[in-house]
């Protein structure tokens, strides 16, 4: 044949086996720059499988040690904690209570794992009796009011032994009132995970089902990013850079990879994504259904979120990962 470079070039040479292909492999998956969400709720030797999360559930203290233990055996070496409180109010107080249900899982968590990374969602949809992230005035959210019970929210996460907190609200200025509250507070180490850019999704909604915060009027578009924008995206990541963030996420994740990449390529910060439960579901449903393997259809859609640029990546595979890897 005599086409130019043919047939002195061939591809396909290094992907003739698979230990080549691993040897010459761009972007691998490493269990440390994993997260595995989980969600705790009150009672005692609870478990309450969630239909809409396949392998994830809702569990009281006591036994969210015991799937902890069985996470850190496998190599997990970070978890995200999202609470179910007892009782729901109005400003969503359970969220900042020192005994909250949170808060007694950090201080259980704490004493077992020294080792383990614990971050924890600030938000109030999980604890208002609305659902909404905020303080409802009417029908509306008031932005500056909810800052202020998201800033007593961190701290009191900190206070309780939180690595790590991660709010994921969408309120303006929150990061800047978090850090000023936690520096006030003696924990000026406590780093900022913040949701920079977190759109108002449809994927999100096998993840209302465990948290139970379903908004009770209305939706969170008034807060929640615009799906159609990028450049608003940055922004909101740029004030967060500018009000003290130390890392930024990406939420969803899959239908927003361009947007991760925008993120990556602006900012020097760690950039994380959320590989949230609708993207979860889908794979788990299609696989049960027989349409794909799981296994494979899970690995190539993370290796999708690192290559598009997340240093870290939350996601409901991340025990599955573990026993694959």
């Not at 002195?8 to 290094?14: G, V």
């Not at 994921?168 to 900022?192: H, K, N, T, Y």
Request: proline share 5%; net charge negative.
């Amino acid at each position: 044949m005599s086409t130019a470079g043919f047939p002195a070039t061939r591809l396909r040479r290094l992907r003739r086996t698979s230990r080549l292909r691993s040897l010459v492999r761009e972007t691998r998956l490493d269990l440390g720059d994993f997260v595995m969400p989980l969600f705790v709720c009150p009672g005692d030797g609870v478990v309450h499988p969630l239909e809409g999360l396949p392998g994830i559930g809702q569990r009281s203290v006591d036994a969210l040690v015991d799937e902890t233990e069985k996470l850190v055996a496998l190599g997990v070496s970070a978890v995200l904690l999202f609470g179910i409180p007892e009782e729901k109010d109005e400003e969503g107080s359970g969220a900042y209570d020192e005994d909250g249900i949170v808060q007694r899982a950090l201080r259980e968590l704490r004493a077992r794992f020294p080792e383990l990374v614990l971050a924890t969602d600030v938000c109030l949809c999980e604890y208002t009796s609305h659902g909404h992230c905020g303080v409802v005035h009417g029908d509306e959210i008031d932005n500056d009011a909810s800052v202020e019970l998201l800033a007593r929210t961190a701290v009191s996460h900190a206070e309780a032994g939180a690595d790590t907190v991660c709010p994921s609200d969408m309120m303006d200025g929150r990061v800047g009132a978090i850090r000023a509250a936690l520096d006030d507070s003696g924990f000026e180490q406590i780093p900022i995970v913040s949701y920079a850019a977190k759109y108002a999704s449809a994927f999100y909604g096998p993840f209302r089902e465990a948290a139970e915060s379903t908004p009770a009027f209305g939706d969170r578009r008034g807060y929640q990013l615009d799906p159609a924008n990028v450049r608003e995206a940055l922004r909101e990541c740029e004030l967060d850079v500018q009000e003290g963030a130390d890392a930024l996420i990406v939420k969803p994740a899959l239908p927003y990879l361009d947007v991760l990449r925008a993120v990556r390529e602006r900012f020097e910060l760690p950039v994380g994504a959320y590989n949230v439960s609708g993207e979860y579901a889908m794979l788990k449903a299609a696989a049960q259904a027989g349409w794909l393997d799981e296994r494979q259809a899970a690995l190539e859609s993370l290796t999708a979120i690192k290559r598009a640029g997340a240093d870290f990546i939350v996601s409901y595979w991340t025990k599955e990962l573990a026993e694959w890897l």
